[in-house]
């Protein structure tokens, strides 16, 4: 069984600072994908790492896969109050269409 | 462009009721995912679903659970006699067809249902 576990569970912190969060396993995943979730709503897919040792910038995002694909971590510079949510990172398996989800890391910016 | 869409999107029924889930895919999605949410904890994996097939479903439980994705129409999750337990958020998700070689298994989820039995 895949599991993914992500770290900090909770994280608050007032606008303007920086902060990382992390996804790890200690599976090989063909594929990771970060989501984030606002109450009420689905998860919105925010990007896809594939190659060990890849980085992705999504406006203030970084997305960073790690060497081996068994972890990945987000660093969001500058937080704002829109970036409050829950944040899911996903992997991808060698069974097809399956998806094994984190628990998540809920993020608070306060202003 | 309608994105993937779930309805109802809050259901209430009372302990031994039935819940009728419905999720419409994306256009040109063949694939379909159902997950269960409870507050505050991550996405729990159902069961995955081709057009008339079940390919997946080692995250249903065993009794009172089912899921179709029917030649025609949306992929339904069905309940039977439902209990307290079942109280949760029930989320959709489809990707496109999955190409050997070109498996990212990026999946775009609805709205979900809130599920709350009395």
């Known amino acids: 069984t895949q599991l993914l576990e992500q770290s900090p569970q909770f994280l608050s912190i007032q606008e303007g600072e920086n902060l990382t969060v992390y996804c790890n396993s200690s599976s090989v995943f063909s594929s990771l994908q970060w989501y984030r979730q606002e109450p009420g709503e689905g998860p919105v897919l925010l990007v896809t790492v594939v190659t060990g040792g890849e980085v992705k910038k999504l406006k203030r995002l970084t997305f960073q896969f790690g060497d081996a694909r068994k972890d990945s971590s987000l660093h969001i510079t500058a937080a704002q109050t829109g970036d409050t949510g829950l944040y899911l990172c996903a992997g991808g398996g060698t069974n097809a269409g399956k998806s094994t989800f984190g628990d998540g890391t809920t993020l608070t910016v306060k202003p | 462009n309608a994105g993937v869409m779930q309805n109802p999107r809050h259901l209430v029924r009372r302990r031994g009721q039935e819940a009728r889930l419905r999720c419409s895919p994306m256009k040109g999605h063949s694939h379909v995912y159902w997950y269960r949410q409870l507050p505050e904890e991550g996405l729990k994996f159902m069961v995955y679903l081709q057009k008339e097939n079940i390919i997946d479903e080692s995250g249903m439980p065993k009794e009172r659970f089912s899921a179709e994705f029917p030649k025609e129409g949306p992929s339904i999750l069905r309940i039977q006699q439902v209990v307290r337990g079942d109280s949760a958020a029930y989320f959709c998700?489809?990707?496109?067809?999955?190409?050997?070689?070109?498996?990212?298994?990026?999946?775009?989820f609805g709205p979900g249902t809130r599920l709350t039995v009395l």
């Open positions: 998700a489809s990707s496109p067809l999955i190409l050997a070689g070109d498996f990212y298994n990026e999946q775009f």
